[in-house]
Nanobody
Framework: QVQLVESGGGLVQAGGSLRLSCAAS????????MGWFRQAPGKERDFVAT????????LYADSVKGRFTISRDNAKNTVYLQMNSLKPEDTAVYYC????????????????WGQGTQVTVSS
């Protein structure tokens, strides 16, 4: 059984930083692409970042490029999302997921999801 547990969310002022963690069990993160998505109230779940399993490529949404960094620690079976220069529009529930399909940007390309962690950025 695959389980993903996110942590590290919280309340931060604009311009601040947070690091989200996603601890995986039942699946080895080094063997799968891992992604981060976010969902604000009343909005769809949007792609944030992904790291591929084969060549360690990192792909980002334009809205976070240059501010967020995705990484993984294979020894800890954990994926991270370092978020710097946070903006109020980054406020959302952040989810990690394992890639099950061939694409990267659509939630349908991912098969297992964590429960989410709330990130709130105040202005």
């Amino acid at each position: 059984q695959v389980q993903l547990v996110e942590s590290g969310g919280g309340l931060v002022q604009a311009g601040g930083s947070l690091r989200l963690s996603c601890a995986a069990s039942g699946r080895t993160v080094s063997s799968y692409g891992m992604g981060w998505f976010r969902q604000a109230p009343g909005k769809e779940r949007d792609f944030v970042a992904t790291i591929t399993w084969s060549d360690f490529r990192r792909l980002y949404a334009d809205s976070v490029k240059g501010r967020f960094t995705i990484s993984r620690d294979n020894a800890k079976n954990t994926v991270y999302l370092q978020m710097n220069s946070l903006k109020p529009e980054d406020t959302a529930v952040y989810y990690c997921a394992t890639q099950g399909g061939g694409g990267y940007y659509n939630p349908d390309d991912y098969d297992y999801w964590g429960q989410g962690t709330q990130v709130t950025v105040s202005s």
